[in-house]
């Protein structure tokens, strides 16, 4: 039997809400005829999202204690930024 529940809320789809399709745009997308390749692309689309840090993170490996690892974890979203405040102040920085 299919499921008749309709949805509470129709699905939209989050890649696309941002995106403002202009003349611009369309003038730089790739053109198909069917599945032949007319014209190729001549751009990408701006990306959407957080600039580039003035300073950014580097990535390490670091082992940590079980419990270390599993304390800040379990504070909650942002543990590993907690986990660099803690080391920033235990150097004074």
Avoid: C, H
């Amino acid at each position: 039997m299919a499921n008749t529940k309709p949805a509470s809320e129709p699905w939209i789809d989050p890649d696309d809400d941002d995106v403002e399709w202009t003349e611009e745009v369309f003038a730089q997308a790739a053109v198909y005829e069917g599945e032949r390749l007319v014209r190729p692309a001549s751009g990408t689309l701006k990306s959407i999202g957080r600039p580039p840090s003035q300073n950014p993170k580097k990535q390490v490996t670091l082992r940590l204690d079980p419990e270390v690892v599993e304390g800040f974890r379990a504070t909650g979203k942002g543990w590993q930024s907690r986990i660099n405040a803690e080391l920033r102040k235990a150097l004074g920085i």
